[in-house]
């Protein structure tokens, strides 16, 4: 099991290190992250707990997602602690304060993720995105979905939320370890935060001044889509189209917007 700090001390160690205190509130739509893709060829921009560069051909190039690509280099845990190895970054959202506690700032996060299993073993690699107040407020975790025996398949993790009211500070931990050998062959590349804005009308999904059948029509073509955006019909920007997005529609039905 990973040891991890807990939320007050993880932010306190966080508040220590320079590097990762940064305040990279960057504009709206575009991401936060620094040196999300390793294409520094060093881990600038984030804390250094044992995590790695690495050419990407040794990665692995072959098996990624349909329309992904990396560029040379990937982050890997390679030959450190085997119980756990980090890269940490945190995020200063300060600057959106407001919107953020109004409700009104949607996250989308993106990670490209390999662990590798070979004779029983298993070199696990992990993903968290946290969000902090005065106190943790969310953490999500993701991982490799595809591990075949001796393969070198990537999963690129996607999600959308809503910015939890309070939130202050993002933090972003890639996390591997291993069972067995000498090295983590685990892998992280394209790590993206990016922060947008809801519209002021939600519910009015194509922008056309009033909330009708056209807007209900989108909803429903696009039922149960995750992620989705308010385009979609994810109206209360939790990432996926579902009964709450459809209750919100119907509470301002025939509602002029703008």
Known sequence: MISRPSPIAHLAI???????????TGPLGSNLVVNGD???????????????????????????PPGVSIGDYSFTGRFGDAISQTLVQSIDLS?????????????????????????????????????????????????DKSITENGEDWTLAEHQQLVPPGTRTAVITLDCSRIG??????????????????????????NSGTVDFNDLNILLDNWGLSPASQADGDIDGD??????DLNELLDHW?????
Do not use: H, K, Y
């Open 14 to 24: 966080l508040a220590a290190t320079s590097v990762a205190a940064a305040d990279v």
């Open 38 to 64: 390793a294409e520094t060829g060093t881990i600038a921009g984030w804390v250094d707990g044992g995590i790695e560069i690495i050419e990407s051909d040794a990665a692995g190039m072959d098996n990624l």
């Open 95 to 143: 600057a959106l304060a407001s919107p953020i506690d109004a409700g009104d700032i949607t996250a989308f996060f993106t990670a490209l993720i390999q662990s590798r299993a070979a004779g029983g073993t298993l070199d696990q690699g992990r993903a968290t995105l946290e969000f902090f107040g005065d106190d943790l407020l969310d953490t999500q975790t993701f991982v």
């Open 181 to 206: 050998g000498a090295s983590t062959d685990a892998f992280f590349d394209n790590i993206a935060l990016i922060l947008t804005e809801l519209p002021a009308c939600p519910s009015d999904i194509d």
């Open 239 to 244: 990432g996926t189209v579902n009964f709450a």
């Open 254 to 258: 025939a509602q002029p917007c703008g």
